[in-house]
Every structure is written in C-alpha cells, then in structure tokens.
C-alpha cells in the first residue's frame, strides 16, 4: 500500500523512502555542465527549466534521483539534469526505469520520452508500466511529429499530415495518450503545456505526490518541424474556447466568463459541451480526480477534436490510489523471509536428497 | 584410497510385510533372493509414451532411487514442444533415458539395454535406437488394432516377428494396475493414469533400487490429494511385486554403487537449470549483491525464472516482463542501480534482446545473459538442442560490440559457469553471455555440493567519491576513467553523493563519459572497449593427452563434453592416441589456444551447428580446424564421435 510520511510542508507519498536534501536547492543545482542543443526557439527547453525550476520544491537529496530517456529529441534531457541519469535506446526507457525503480525504492525515478519513443516503438512497455503501477514519473513530450529524424509523421499526428514520409497525407488514425494511458490501467495521468510554465508546475507537482505510474502528457512545440501545432492552446484568443482547465472539485467550465460547460448527455451517457444556462447550470460535470472509475476520466480526455484540438482538457484527468508494484514486489520479500526465514545457501543447495561419499 | 557410499537405501529399515494396500507408511521393499540376480557395469533404460504418460515424472523418479543409491548416472529427456499432443501419434511421445552405472560416466547412453514402451506410438518411434538383445517392456493393453493402425504398423510388431531378437516382456500395464486398485473408488480410466507408477515399480524391483524415497515423494506430492497418493503408492508397490512374482522377469539386475568414481563429499542429482539457478543465487550472494532476474518466458530457459522466482527470501527479485525486450531493460536498469542482474532466454529471445546488449556494452554495467539454446532459426525445435547461437552471442549486435562468453560442460557444471560468468561481469563491468543449452537444461547428473567457502569471493566496490583531479585542481568523478589494469569503468551507482553522472548509448567521451562526436575518440573507444574484453583473464586451456603422442586434438565446447570424452575414452581403450581439450571461454578465448592448436596435425571440433566455434579457429588461428557436425536437435552419439575421430586419424 501507499507508503505515506508526513513532511513539513504536508504529506508526499511515493517519495517516503527517498533521502532527503541536506541543505536548501536551488534551480542551479539541477542544472548539469552540459550545453543543452537543442535547436533555438524548441519547447523542451521550457520544459526543462520548470523541471529544474521545480525539482528543489521536493527536497530530495539530488543524488536519489535519476532520468532514465530513450531516444529522440526530448531524450536528450538526462544530460541536462545534475542528477543520476540514463539516455537509453529507442522506446524502452520505462522498461529500463522499471528495472531501476523496482530494486531501488530509495530513489526517485523520471521517464522522459516522446510521442515516437513512448507510443510507436515503446508503445508495450508503457502500457505495461502503466498497468503494473510502477513507482515511475513519465515525461511524454508530445510534439506530434518525429524531430531528431527530421521530421516524418508520428502515432499523434493528425490524418493526412503531409511530411517527408507521407506527401500525399498520413493515413493512421492518431492515438490519443491520455484516453491510452487511462485504458492501461494508469493511475495518474494528466496533461500540460510547455509554455504554461505555472500549469506544467502544477501538474508535475502533483505526479512527483502520487505513488505509482504517473503520466504526464506535455504538449511540447516542435519548431523546426511542426511549428504552432498547438497554437490554438497557446493563443490567448483562441484558448478561451479551446482549452478546458480541468480542477478536481469543481464544476467543468470554460471559455469568456465560463459560458461553457460539459455536462453528461442523458440519452447516451457520454459527455458533452453546452452553454452554460441557468437551467443546466446545475448539471455541470464536477470534477473528479479521484474516482475509482475511469470512465468520466475517459470520455473527458475525448472531448478534444483531435484535428482542430478544440475542447482539449488540461490538468490532472485521474489520480487515484492503487497498489503500488516496488511496494508489493517487496513485501513478498519480506513476506519470503517471515514464512521460510532468511535464505541458507547451503541448505539449499544440499537440498532434500543427499548421499555422501566417504573416504 | 578406499570409498564407501552410505544412501539412504542402505540406511532404510526394511517395514517388508508390514503394510496393506492403501497404507501410507513408508517402506523399504527388499527383493526376494530365490531369482537369479546378475550383476551390470552399466544400464541404459528409455521410459517412452504418450506426452500425458507421465514418462518425465517416472524418469526422474527412476533418476533420484538411481542417485541416492549411488551410481553414477546421466539423463536426457526428450519431449514434444506440444503440450499435449494429439495421444497415440508419433509425435506426441515423451521420452526420458537414464544411464548409470558403477563407475563415472559421461553422457545419457547410446542406445537402450532396457526400453519402455507404453504404446505402439512409443515402440515406433524408439525401436530403432534399441539394439537387438535389448529387452523391451511393454503395455499389450495399447496394442489395439487402431492404436497400432494409427502410427503405421499393420500388423501387431508384438506377433509379426518383427521384435524378433528382443527380449520381449509384454505387460498388460494398464489391466494390471486397475486391477490392483479395484479397491479404490476410482474409475478404469483414473485408475489406468497410475500405470506410469506400475512400471516404475516394475523397474525398481528389476534394478533393486531403493523405493523409500518415490514412496516419500508420492506421499509429498499428493499430501492433499489422500485417494490419489494411496492409489499411485498401491500401482507402485503392485508393480514391484509383480516384478518379483512373475515368472516371465525370471532374473533381476545389479549396478552397484559408483563408489570409486566419486570424490569425498556429499551429492546430490541436479538438472542444468537447477544448477545455473544455484549458481545465480550463490554469486549474489558471494557479491553480496541483490539478484535481479529480468526475463520473459521461453523454453527451455522458464525453469530458471520459476527457481528464482521460489527464493524471494534471499532478496531476489524476478520480473516476469512483458517482453523479451523490456526482460533485458529492467535487468540493465536494476545493474544501474547496483544489482547482480540477470535476463534469461532462449536464441529468439537473444536475437530481441541484440540492441539492449548493444547498450549495455556501451554502458559498460554488469549484466549476465543467459541463453539456452535450443534448434534454430526461428521458433525452430523450441524442446530440442542445439549450438547454433555461437556466433550470435559473439557477433550479434550492431558496431563492434564485443561480450564475454562462457559455456558450462554438464548439467552440474552450469553452477560454476554462472559463477564465472558473474566474476567476469562483476569484475570488468560488462554483460556476460552464459551460453547453456537443451540437453544440459533438462540432463542431469550427480553433483557434489560445494562448501560455500569453496565458492570464490565476487565482492566488488561501488565508486565512493571523486576519481580524478583536473588542471585546476578541483576532484571530479570521471565515469569513463578506467582502472589500468582491467580496464573497468568505475561503478557508480545512484544514492552516491557528489558521483551524479549520465550515460548512454551515444558514444562517450574517454573518462569524462560525456557525449562525444570526435573521430579520434571514437577510434579509441571502440579498440579500448575490444581491448578491455581481450584482456579478461581466463584459465589456460589444458590438453588431455596422456600418452602425449597424439597427433589428433579434438576440441569441443559446452555440453559436447561428455559425448567427446566417453569417444575419446573408447578410441584409448582400442589403444589410439588421441588428445581432447574442452573449451569453458569462448570469448576470449584462452591465451594458450593458438599455441595448443598448432601443437597437432588435426584439429576436430565437434559441434551442434554447422561448424561456428571452427569457422571463429579458422579465422583466429589460421588453422586448419576439421568440423564434424550434427543438428539434429540431439546430443551426438558417443559411438557416432568415436567413429568420426577414427576416420578422421586414419584419414
């Protein structure tokens, strides 16, 4: 179960057993000797500043953290972070950071991948990272496209998206990250914007809190080659219709003046965008982070038109508590120990037949 | 020097008489001393029949009354990759020879002395490795018209003459074993299942092996199931006393104990697997490291994940991922954070787990990958063995990716190889192919257990502090600065204060670790990472050649061994010379190779492959390697070896 501690500052499970910093971080501590390259004007340097900017909130001592990447643009992250790190191969960092956070309880473990790594060729071990509840922390940096190799189309991009690869318009039908983590069982998932540095803090506050596979899908602007795929989110005007702030506890509007709202349709049972009138106020979807059921969840993260990105929702769609998978693993070792004692090696190598040959 | 074998035979009250069917007490049967009893140097029994015949559980039941007595033995199970095989067909028959004997011996046997055959499919599928002379038991209750029509035999091979120069035993197995447990609520077909426990009591009495322990076992296994154990002990005991009774066995045998083959100490029987598992756990705990098994399962690699995956309270930890791929990453991952990591698989496995190797010989972290081999490509003969993944656990990765192999050369000795093969990975920080195969994963043989302060101390240090000083005098920790003499990365695991570092599959910097473009460094960084793994230390290899007039080498490695030596051995005892050397390195190889090579006229070397360990002689030594090669998913034939190295002196 949740291993939970209460710290100064109020309770932070999933980081119980990780040492803490001995003296006051700052952001500069995070920082590592290496120039960052990046090309000029990429999101993933917003990223990276609000995850150092952030990292010295949690307190923990720097040398029990480790980013673990696979490959693509945003997997060169690791190289930036002053701490513990691993720039792996193509797809398999949440195999590798479950092998590191499994047998290392004391250490705060981050995946950061992108839509390439995560969903196209690392699509089963994330699935099953999520499913298994591992203590993890994954960084999906969603440009929906595939930079380092210059540009072909990825699982995200829209259909038809004209690229190298496909000049006469992709045909696959995009994933949508949010509605496939909440398939696969995940038990947090939320998503953010690189530029909105308060709301990606807010979010990566609450996923460093949560114990078990965290999801954080960041919308991240690529724009070498595909420059304000997100602009619609990003442009005060046009986010006022097309993002929807999603805050546990409260009712589910948006747009001038909260004139919209989602409410669930009473004939389908799935959701739905209304103006907000006297008459329906009252049935304004409030809400709920937290709940066991990830169907709400669900059909929130398909509000969003995945071509226009209207009524996208952003924040926290599902934290709730499950079973923890380090924890378990762990306890059947200690429950291993309790039922047939600490391991005698040779008892068992003699094992239960034996003869002896005497000189 | 004098031995003496004291087993549990030897030390087990006799309860004779004492019991009534259905008893559970323990007992010791004693053989009746009015039939002629002749004395063997050796035996080789093949238990054969349908995959649900229970023919393994009988072969390893005969293996342990075996071992505990004291002979000296060898096994080889052979089974369908079917679960259940369609019964009564060719290819759904199990198969499991023993071999044993009163003096040491080297592998599963040739050929029968003793076949068991539970049905037409089993005597079909078996009759041609039997030898006439040879006696054959077998279930007349099978033998009907469309049992025999179904594999082929038109009229009944039991009347036709066709066995005729067999000693022919037919045995209503099935009649006899319902009629001896028609006290028991039990259906004819629920009573038949227990015919398996019938011919093993048969064959108790016929080779006067100790019965205790299968009566302890049976009474173990079946511990919740009271009617069910009562009724296998009752097959059991019925098929001893018919042995006994009947006047067609008219003579039983005697293999007395190996006492002389043995060193001082204690034994017990282990399969391959079994062993490597041992040797997983022991070389944690030598390390004193936490063992982490990263796997995904695969015949006939998965009884090592079940074994780990048994001993949690040794601070194990096993990973069932979800797949090959994600086997090897979470291994990688848990030797990051200072594990004895471990992926275990079979050659399609390796082939998917290529580019993680590839990373973890560019990390350079401790990681063991144990691979057993089975028939190839592909899926290919997944219960069947083979040697072919040689040069995919040599060449198999993109770049020049250069890892340790090891090979173990028995079913016991895999408890070793996967000690060095963690001393090697531990000690120069590098993932280490263990390259086991079928025959030795599910062969057994007697080992004797080693004292853990026989074992070697693995102990290695994690990097504490700071490695290197600059120009300006600051001390900084470099993760690529490498100890001089093995040239070992320092192992800096998370948690470590002040040791922050990244890694990473792109090309390092020397020392400092960072990514690095430069040409030139590159040029150094794949000749150093070469260079680290050339200069492993290896035993030198060491010749067998007693008369030291050989002019023939034969060289083999992993579970050739025993086939090789009881060759060699025949072609000695015929009064050639011959010398014979055993490969346990095949990367590096031993320093003394090319000089041992060059010492003989001929080099043979037997392999299960089309020639690979030759092909890499060939290419390392220039030397004129002769390949003598089987894949025919079994282990050569001693006779079949001994022939090819004649002809190949004479030739």
């Known amino acids: ?359 | 020097m004098t031995s003496q074998v004291s087993s549990p035979a030897g030390q087990a009250n006799s309860a004779a008489g004492g019991s009534v069917v259905g008893d559970v007490v323990s007992e010791q049967r004693k053989p009746s001393v009015e039939k002629e009893v002749r004395r063997l140097d050796r035996v080789i029994i093949r238990f054969a029949g349908d995959s649900g015949d229970g023919m393994q559980l009988t072969g390893d039941r005969f293996t342990s009354e075996t071992a505990s007595f004291g002979n000296d033995l060898s096994t080889l199970p052979n089974f369908p990759a079917e679960i259940r095989a369609p019964a009564g067909t060719l290819p759904g028959v199990s198969s499991f020879q023993l071999h044993f004997a009163d003096h040491d011996i080297l592998t599963p046997g040739d050929a029968p002395n003793v076949l068991v055959a539970m049905n037409p499919a089993a005597l079909k599928a078996n009759i041609s490795d039997v030898p006439r002379g040879a006696e054959i038991i077998v279930n007349t209750d099978e033998f009907t018209k469309r049992a025999m029509q179904k594999v082929g035999y038109e009229t009944s091979p039991l009347e036709d003459g066709s066995l005729d120069g067999y000693s022919v035993h037919p045995v209503p197995l099935t009649t006899l074993t319902v009629e001896a447990l028609k006290e028991f609520d039990l259906s004819r077909k629920d009573a038949g299942r227990s015919k398996n426990m019938f011919a093993l009591g048969l064959l108790s009495w016929m080779y006067h092996r100790p019965t205790e322990g299968t009566e302890k076992f049976l009474q173990q296994k079946f511990a919740k199931k009271p009617e069910i154990m009562k009724a296998n002990l009752a097959a059991f005991r019925a098929g001893w006393n018919f042995g006994e009774t009947t006047e067609d066995f008219a003579v039983s045998y005697e293999v007395l104990p190996a006492a002389k083959a043995f060193p001082t100490g204690t034994y017990r029987n282990i399969s391959g697997n079994l062993a490597l598992s041992y040797g997983l756990v022991a070389a944690g705990k030598q390390a004193d490291l936490p063992l982490y098994l990263g796997s995904y399962p695969i015949t006939p690699a998965s009884d090592i994940l079940h074994e780990l995956s048994k001993h949690k309270n040794f601070g194990v930890r096993t990973f069932q991922a979800e797949d090959e791929i994600a086997g090897i990453g979470a291994a990688l991952g848990a030797a990051f954070g200072g594990s004895l990591a471990v992926t275990t698989t079979s050659g399609p496995g390796v082939a998917l787990k290529s580019e993680t190797i590839g990373l973890a010989v560019s990390l350079e972290l401790p990681l063991l990958i144990v691979d057993i081999q089975r028939g190839g490509p592909s899926t290919g003969l997944p219960t069947k063995t083979e040697q072919a993944d040689l040069l995919q656990a040599m060449f198999g990765r993109n770049g020049e990716a250069p890892v340790p192999i090891v090979a173990p050369q028995t079913p016991a000795d895999c408890f070793d190889a996967a000690i060095e093969a963690a001393r090697i990975a531990l000690e120069y920080r590098t993932p280490v192919f263990l390259l086991s195969d079928g025959y030795l994963a599910n062969g057994s043989e007697p080992w004797r257990i080693p004292d853990q302060d026989e074992l070697p101390d693995l102990r290695t240090q994690f990097a504490q502090g700071p490695n290197h000083t600059l120009d300006d005098g600051s001390e900084v920790f470099w993760p690529y600065k490498r100890d001089p003499e093995t040239l070992a990365r320092p192992w800096a695991i998370p948690g470590t204060p002040g040791l922050e570092h990244r890694i990473g599959g792109i090309e390092k910097q020397d020392g400092t670790g960072n990514i690095s473009y430069d040409p030139a460094n590159h040029d150094f960084m794949v000749r150093t990472r070469q260079a680290k793994v050339d200069g492993i230390k290896v035993p030198d290899l060491e010749v067998d050649d007693p008369t030291g007039e050989a002019r023939l080498l034969v060289l083999g490695w992993g579970s050739t061994y025993g086939p090789i030596t009881a060759a060699v051995r025949r072609l000695r005892t015929a009064g050639q010379s011959v010398a014979q050397a055993h490969l346990r390195h095949l990367n590096p190889f031993p320093r003394n190779l090319g000089e041992v090579l060059r010492r003989y006229d001929k080099v043979v070397v037997p392999e299960m492959n089309l020639g690979q360990l030759a092909t890499l002689l060939r290419a390392k030594f220039l030397v004129d390697a002769i390949s003598y090669n089987q894949v025919n998913g079994m282990p050569f034939k001693a006779e079949q070896l001994a022939t090819a190295l004649k002809e190949a002196i004479d030739g």
């Open chain 1, 1 to 359: 179960m949740a291993e939970t501690i209460t710290e100064g500052s109020g309770t932070i499970e999933a980081l119980s057993l990780v040492p803490k910093a001995e003296a006051k971080q700052s952001m500069k501590d995070f920082k590592s000797d290496q120039e960052v390259r990046w090309c000029p004007g990429c999101g993933d340097y917003a990223v990276l500043a609000a995850v150092q900017g952030f990292m010295p909130e949690l307190g923990l001592a720097k040398e029990n953290i480790c980013f673990v990447s696979g490959i693509g643009c945003s997997s060169r992250f690791p190289y930036y972070m002053n701490t513990y790190g691993m720039h792996s191969i193509h797809g398999r960092a949440p195999a590798i950071a479950t092998g590191l956070a499994t047998s290392r309880r004391d250490l705060s473990v981050w995946v950061v991948t992108g839509d390439g790594d995560a969903l196209s060729i690392g699509g089963n071990h994330l699935i099953h990272a999520l499913r298994r509840n591992v203590n993890l922390k994954i960084l999906l940096f969603n440009n929906r496209i595939y930079g380092l190799t210059k540009g072909q189309y990825s699982p995200t991009s829209e259909v038809g998206k004209i690229t190298k690869s496909t000049p006469m318009g992709s045909l696959d039908a995009p994933f949508n990250p949010v509605s496939l983590a909440i398939g696969a069982e995940a038990s947090f998932v939320a998503r953010t914007v690189d530029s909105d540095r308060k709301h990606l803090t807010d979010v990566l506050r609450q996923a460093a809190a949560h114990p078990g596979t965290a999801l954080v899908e960041i919308y991240q602007n690529c724009n070498i080659f595909n420059d304000g795929a997100f602009e619609v989110l990003k442009d005060k005007q046009q986010a006022e219709e097309a993002v929807i702030r999603l805050e546990h506890g409260q009712p589910i509007r948006f747009g001038i003046d909260g004139a919209k709202g989602v409410v669930r349709d009473s004939l389908t049972g799935d959701l739905k965008v209304v103006d907000v009138t006297e008459e329906n106020q009252s049935q304004i979807l409030v809400h709920d982070a937290h709940s066991a059921s990830p169907t709400t969840a669900f059909a929130l993260s398909r509000l969003a038109d995945p071509d226009t990105l209207h009524h996208t929702p952003i924040g926290v769609f599902r934290s709730t508590d499950r079973p923890v998978y380090d924890t378990l693993m762990s306890d059947q070792l200690d429950q291993a120990i309790e039922q047939n004692g600490k391991g005698d090696l040779a008892a068992l190598l003699a094992g239960k037949d034996t003869w002896t040959v005497v000189g």
